[in-house]
């Protein structure tokens, strides 16, 4: 069956630096686009940025745009999201997703997801 095993997650301060990673097995990885998500505390799973099956497009919430950058390695399976700048704001449990069109943003268009990995900022 489908996996996705999200990692990288953890503790940093304000303006740090973190990358997550999320391995992909029991799919075509290259047939399929990849998103991550994250849900903070109370609120509704929220998109963060998704990548194109080849990897020539992506997109971004516009709370990340210019800090954050998807990335994706079809030969190893593995999908990334480097985080910079970081804001408390961004503290939050995040997600790792394989869906169908990387230009919809919406967490019904994934149908595979991961069990998320902890993202803390300090301020």
């Known amino acids: 069956q489908v996996q996705l095993v999200e990692s990288g997650g953890g503790l940093v301060q304000a303006g740090g630096s973190l990358r997550l990673s999320c391995a992909a097995s029991?799919?075509?990885?290259?047939?399929?686009?990849m998103a991550w998500f994250r849900q903070r505390p109370g609120k509704e799973r929220e998109f963060v940025a998704s990548?194109?099956?080849?990897?020539?497009?992506?997109y971004y919430a516009d709370s990340v745009k210019g800090r954050f950058t998807i990335s994706r390695d079809n030969a190893k399976n593995m999908v990334y999201l480097e985080m910079n700048s970081l804001k408390p704001e961004d503290t939050a449990v995040y997600y790792c997703?394989?869906?169908?069109?990387?230009?919809?943003?919406?967490?019904?268009?994934?149908?595979?997801w991961g069990q998320g990995t902890q993202v803390t900022v300090s301020s």
């Open positions: 990548i194109s099956r080849s990897g020539t497009s992506t």
């Open positions: 029991g799919l075509t990885f290259s047939r399929v686009a």
């Open positions: 997703a394989a869906g169908i069109a990387a230009s919809v943003a919406r967490v019904e268009n994934y149908n595979s």
